[in-house]
């Protein structure tokens, strides 16, 4: 099913976000989702990850401050960013894990005072 990514916006540092990442289809509850990021010249780096069971796991630069979780019931998977920091600007993407073909739009997080 199809991934469609939103909530990202202008936010001043330190301040917070929470990203929603909506699927299609029934099979959703079935997989592992990721959040992953892409600045400008940079490489698409993945930032959380949830298990169809809910288990979790981040890198250390975004470890405490942000949050994956998912509703299946809604098809929905979240992240709550806090305490963003001028390096999180980038597109926000979700994706299925193993990744599949094609990426979502993205949904832009700009942090800037």
């Known amino acids: 099913g199809q991934l469609v990514e939103s909530g990202g916006g202008l936010v001043q540092p330190g301040g917070s976000l929470r990203l929603s990442c909506a699927a299609s289809?029934?099979?959703?509850?079935?997989?592992?989702v990721g959040w992953y990021r892409q600045a400008p010249e940079n490489q698409r780096e993945l930032v959380a990850s949830i298990t169809r069971g809910g288990s979790t796991n981040y890198p250390d630069f975004v470890k405490g401050r942000f949050t994956i979780s998912r509703d299946n019931a809604k098809n929905t998977v979240y992240l709550q960013m806090n305490s963003l920091k001028p390096e999180d600007t980038a597109v926000y993407y979700c994706?299925?894990?193993?990744?599949?073909?094609?990426w979502g739009q993205g949904t832009q997080v700009t942090v800037s005072s």
């Open positions: 289809g029934s099979i959703f509850r079935l997989y592992a």
């Open positions: 994706n299925r894990i193993p990744n599949v073909e094609p």
